[in-house]
């Protein structure tokens, strides 16, 4: 029963999910460690963490080890695996040793950057550890027929990174990564705020703003909303309110750089998949696939239609999961 357990790892930069065959997805928490800067030992991880963000004292600071996809802090990213992996256990119900595991990697990765995703994983007791790309588990969560020859063309917009991939007969054809994401949407929103304003707010003010008032750049009814945070001029508390076409023009540019990686990527589409793509249309995933009207705007601008996948957030997770059958099955066949 120990030996044989398998799960699928999305260690994505915002949020780390793990999947399991039998009972799916069994934890979703965002990917922050809160770490003591004398001992170097890990207090929190996940929620408790994330809740930390901001509101440390000194020697208490919170991390993300996580860059664009990435591993930024080796160190760190291990010490979370291994709180994560028992989190997962016990809401498994049992203890996690030596599992199989697949995790997903950004498809512009270097080998270098996929060896260390590799040996953090290992180094937490993984038995195997097997890598898959984030555009083809994205593909597979969404349900889409990734083995058969047809063109599925996944765009999961995470928390690092922008994926953008045509997919057939089980690999990637053409695809584009690009390192903006949600968090530099929040950048965005956090430095026109600081410039029109005069107003410092944190990380999680500015991914409430975007979650709630944030739109793509089509037509809609203005929303407003009050932020706090601390004046740059006297020090102070201040309560401003910020209207949802301000914030529309500050990630304006963010979102014009995922849309040249989409059209980029289907320039480079062999032209007798184009015809599929016509048909089928492309799949949003990833937390980016939720911004007010994303999905309009980007039909209006690459004229094919766009579907946002059944669960955007999970897709990952639930193909690296999945992902181990199909594993399986190569192995049986190389056999």
Request: with cysteine.
């Amino acid at each position: 029963m120990f030996s044989n357990t398998e799960i699928g790892i999305d260690l994505g930069t915002a949020n780390t999910l793990v999947y399991s065959k039998n009972k799916g997805i069994v934890l979703n928490e965002p990917s922050v460690v809160a770490i003591d800067t004398e001992t170097k030992t890990v207090l929190a991880v996940g929620l408790e963490a994330k809740s930390m963000i901001g509101k440390t004292p000194g020697n208490i600071v919170a991390v993300r080890p996580l860059k664009d996809g990435v591993i930024a802090d080796f160190d760190v990213t291990t010490q979370m695996l291994k709180q994560i992996m028992k989190k997962a256990g016990k809401k498994l119900g049992f203890s996690i040793r030596k599992p199989n595991v697949v995790v997903c990697t950004p498809s512009g990765s270097t080998s270098v950057e996929r060896r260390a995703i590799h040996d953090a994983v290992k180094s937490c007791g993984a038995k195997h550890v097997h890598l898959i790309e984030e555009p083809v588990a994205a593909a597979i969560g969404a349900d889409l027929p990734v083995d058969e020859p047809i063109a599925n063309v996944v765009v999961d917009i995470g928390g690092g990174t922008t994926e953008v991939a045509i997919i057939s007969f089980g690999g990637v054809v053409s695809c584009n990564s690009i390192r903006i994401g949600g968090d530099q949407l929040d950048e965005d929103i956090v430095q026109f705020v600081r410039k029109k304003y005069n107003l410092l707010i944190g990380e999680r003010t500015a991914e409430q703003i975007k979650v709630e008032i944030a739109y793509a750049l089509v037509k809609h009814e203005e929303l407003s909303m009050e932020v706090r945070g601390r004046d740059l001029v006297t020090g102070l508390p201040k309560t401003i309110t910020l209207r949802s076409f301000e914030i529309q023009d500050a990630i304006k540019e963010s979102l014009l750089h995922i849309l040249e990686a989409i059209r980029a990527t289907l320039e480079d589409c062999p032209p007798e998949l184009s015809g599929d793509i016509v048909d089928q249309g492309v799949i949003l995933t990833g937390g980016g696939a939720l911004l007010n009207g994303i999905q309009e705007w980007l039909s209006n601008e690459i004229v094919v239609p766009v579907h946002i996948a059944p669960n955007p957030l999970e897709s990952v997770a639930i193909g690296t999961g999945r992902s181990l059958e199909v594993i399986h099955k190569l192995q049986k066949a190389a056999r």
